[in-house]
């Protein structure tokens, strides 16, 4: 597509519930990244998606956060038994990889989480 | 473990003034520096990518400088408008995916 996708724009639900955050990166872009953004706060890197490499999962928060990329392209982001302080922005980012390191970060408009 | 810093946290300046927002990180060992406008609500906007052996880039009335030695970037706005009025981060990229600063919240008085 012409820029990041990121769905739903806006997810409201009760504590306890799992979450799924999808994001659609820009066609060809081979690294997508997950970030958060809380009320006040500066963004908080999550996960990391490189072509076929493992992912860096270095900053996911605890184990109810994981994410997965299939097919090198779309990505769903999981919260397990949502807590109040999982509410925030998840943005997500893609970029052509190129050599010394990546390209120019575009970002989708985010998934607002809001648990109750 | 890189650490990015803005100063300042906010800023207020009269139509038409030329400011500068400064963006300074702990480790030099960058490969580029990214500066993003990010509206109330919305997703971040990319400004302008400095790579690590760039000094500066320019983009209308936008020019960023990088000094990797001394760890800091600039961001200059020229004749500042309205409509400039967001907030601003700077994210470095490293051997860790980009790190932000909290950024800069800036209003342009009319």
């Known amino acids: 597509g012409a820029g990041v996708s990121q769905s739903p724009s806006n997810k409201v639900t009760e504590k306890g519930k799992d979450v799924e955050l999808r994001c659609d990166p820009i066609s060809g872009h081979t690294a997508l990244y997950w970030y958060r953004q809380s009320l006040g706060q500066g963004l908080e890197f999550l996960i990391y998606?490189?072509?076929?490499?493992?992912?860096?999962k270095s900053g996911l928060p605890s184990d109810r956060f994981s994410a997965e990329r299939t097919g090198g392209s779309v990505s769903t982001l999981t919260i397990q038994r949502t807590q109040q302080e999982d509410s925030a922005v998840y943005l997500c980012?893609?970029?052509?990889?190129?050599?010394?390191?990546?390209?120019?970060?575009?970002f989708g408009e985010g998934s607002r989480l809001t648990v109750l | 473990k890189q650490e990015v810093t803005q100063i300042p946290a906010a800023l207020s300046v009269p139509e038409g003034e030329n400011l500068v927002l400064n963006c300074s990180f702990t480790?030099?060992?960058?490969?580029?520096l990214q500066w993003f406008r990010q509206d109330p609500g919305k997703g971040l906007t990319s400004l302008l990518l400095i790579q690590s052996s760039q000094r500066e880039q320019t983009s209308g009335r936008l020019n960023a400088s990088l000094d990797k030695s001394s760890g800091r970037s600039t961001l200059y706005i020229a004749a500042s408008q309205p409509g400039d009025s967001a907030t601003y981060l700077c994210?470095?990229?490293?051997?860790?995916?980009?790190?932000f600063g909290k950024g800069t919240r800036l209003s342009v008085i009319a």
């Open positions: 480790d030099s060992a960058i490969y580029n």
């Open positions: 994210g470095s990229l490293g051997n860790t995916p980009l790190v």
């Open positions: 998606f490189q072509g076929n490499s493992a992912p860096d």
């Open positions: 980012a893609s970029s052509f990889l190129r050599s010394g390191g990546t390209g120019e970060l575009f």
